[in-house]
């Protein structure tokens, strides 16, 4: 499966300094290093918006970020939910800034469940560093 994905944002990282960037991006290449071997492939595209829209247009399988801005996901995120996609947090959550998930039924449960395994919805590392199991 394609994913297209960031986990952490954008580029632009929200943090007092320094230090806590390089900790974000440290636990990004945590996350994609246990997704990886799972999927397809990861990309990045560009604004939020628009991966949501590849997603709705059948060119993904699925999104993943953290970090994403309301208006970032708002419009992109009701085109794929209108197109089928589930769109959500983690663990039953409600679509945020803290995380944003969207993918078809059929793959959102098995997504969601590799991401948690990963530690994204943590603040930094994995959950559990054993290989990641494949999705359908």
């Not at 628009?50 to 801005?69: I, N």
């Not at 708002?74 to 969207?102: D, N, R, Y």
Request: with cysteine; aromatic share 6%.
């Amino acid at each position: 499966y394609g994913v297209a994905s960031t986990v952490l944002g954008n580029g632009t990282v929200q943090s007092a300094g320094p230090e806590a960037g390089l900790q974000e991006r440290a636990h990004q290449a945590e996350i994609l290093r246990y997704v990886l071997p799972a999927v397809r492939d990861i990309r990045r595209n560009g604004a939020s918006a628009v991966d949501l829209c590849a997603l709705a247009a059948g060119r993904v399988d699925a999104y993943f970020e953290r970090g994403v801005r309301p208006w970032d996901y708002a419009a992109g995120g009701l085109i794929a939910a209108e197109a089928g996609a589930q769109v959500a947090g983690l663990a039953g959550a409600a679509p945020s800034s803290t995380f944003l998930l969207a993918a078809p039924p059929e793959l959102f449960g098995p997504l969601e469940a590799l991401l948690l395994a990963a530690g994204a919805g943590e603040e930094s590392g994995l959950a559990d560093p054993v290989a990641s199991p494949a999705l359908p």
